[in-house]
């Protein structure tokens, strides 16, 4: 799972939306605690990971 590697995110998402991501995470620390929390655990099991889906309903 390279998703929340900056070289995956900035091909993912674009250059604008990586700095808008990085501002948010740099000024609200408990973003910043989940963001990096997440980061660990998917290069822990990097090896065990295939692909994670996440479903978003706008309310």
Known sequence: MHLLEPARFIKDEGLPRTLRFLFKVATTP????????????????ASNLGAITLVAIKK
């Open 30 to 45: 408990a973003a910043r605690r989940r963001i990096l929390k997440m980061r660990s655990v998917f290069r822990q099991y």
